[in-house]
Structure formats: C-alpha cells, structure tokens
C-alpha cells in the first residue's frame, strides 16, 4: 500500500489520485463530529438557519474527544463508528462535504450515497490516545452545551488515515470487492495499523 501525504482541505487533483488501499497522512484542518452535532447540524439545515460553519469541501472526522487535561492540546480523539453517522449522510452531502472519516464499514445505502463523490476513511479505535499526538490545535465552532459532542475544528499534522473508498475507482463494479477487502483490512491489521499509529504519531511529535 502507498502511503501520500495529503494537505486539507482535500484538493481535486489529490481526490482523483487516492485509491483504495491507501495510507494517507492528513495535514490541514478536519471537523470534528458525531451524533450529536450531526443531528443539530441537519436541523439547522432543515429550517433554514445558517449553519455554525461552512461544510463545503471539508473532511468530517467521526469523534467525540475525551475532556482535555490541563497542558494538553487534546485527549484521547479515537474514531466512532461510521455506522452511527449514516443517517445523515445525505444531509451532509448537500452540505458539500467530500471526506469522511471514521471506524468500520458503512452501511449499503451510505455507499450508494457516496458512490462517485464523497471519499470515506477509516481510522481504527484502540490508538486514540497515539492519533491525538497528531491533532495539534482543536477550537469549538458550536453546540459547547453537547459535552464531547460539540462541534470542533481539528488542526492535524500526518494524521493517518486508511482509505476504504475512493472517488474515481468506486464507480467501477470491480471496486466493491476491493473495498470490502480494505474494510475488513482496518479491522484485521489492528496491530500493524496502531504501530504505524505511533511512529507517525511520534515522529510528528518530534517535528513540533
């Protein structure tokens, strides 16, 4: 597998790039979002109000972070399941959002949602606490009322991430083995992943 480091937000050029099966190491800024914030943001959306921020072209990241320590930039900011966000992926679609990451697969309808336009990531759970060396800045944006599931802009430095889909390859029938192949990888290769977790995560510790 490749491994690309790759700025955000997510450019043209790169998304026609990535494929399945690539480890990429993200440097820009991510939103950070679960349940919570999803289910507010689609109420926004829905009633017309401006939303707390502007989704388009952006990359959300499917997490709820443990409350910081003091000195800390941020806790333990592991993936939640994917699954969970699949309600409002069509929603988030028209937001203009066109990166996805979080834990696991997603569900049949999701993928046919995202088919061609959105690329989803995954991140595995269980190296949290190594992944969040990677986020070097967190700001609040909305909902502070929601705990860890307020909304939140992440500033990331090679955060690492293993794509499930792509853009350009999703559209041919021959991707759908691949991906469920890729999927059932992040899962499988938990061990290999968290140790690449750590080098990343310390060698980006080391360049700060």
Do not use: C
């Not at 490749?2 to 050029?13: A, G, H, N, V």
């Not at 109000?49 to 989704?55: E, F, G, S, T």
């Not at 203009?96 to 049949?108: D, S």
């Not at 992943?193 to 750590?198: L, N, P, R, T």
Request: proline fraction near 3%; avoid cysteine.
């Amino acid at each position: 597998m490749r491994t690309l480091k790759i700025s955000l937000p997510l450019k043209e050029k790169d998304l026609q790039e990535i494929r399945s099966g690539d480890r990429l190491l993200l440097t820009g800024t991510l939103i950070a979002a679960r349940d919570e914030a999803h289910r507010r943001l689609v109420e926004l959306k829905n009633s017309g109000q401006k939303l707390p921020v502007d989704l388009r072209r952006q990359t959300l990241y499917y997490v709820g972070p443990a409350p910081s320590k003091p000195g800390q930039v941020i806790n333990s900011a592991g993936p939640t399941t994917a699954k969970r966000m699949d309600t409002y992926t069509k929603d988030m679609l028209e937001l203009g959002v066109i990166g996805m990451i979080g834990k696991g697969e997603r569900g049949e309808e999701t993928k046919r949602l995202i088919k061609g336009r959105v690329i989803y990531m995954a991140a595995l759970g269980g190296v949290g606490a190594k992944q969040s060396k990677t986020i070097i800045h967190q700001e609040l944006l909305a909902f502070e009322d929601a705990g860890m599931e307020a909304l939140r802009l992440f500033e990331v430095k090679d955060f690492p991430v293993i794509v499930i889909h792509d853009l350009i390859a999703f559209r041919k029938e021959q991707h759908d083995f691949k991906a469920k192949w890729i999927e059932r990888l992040t899962l499988r290769w938990a061990l290999k992943y968290s140790k690449w977790v750590f080098t990343v995560s310390e060698t980006t510790k080391k360049d700060l």
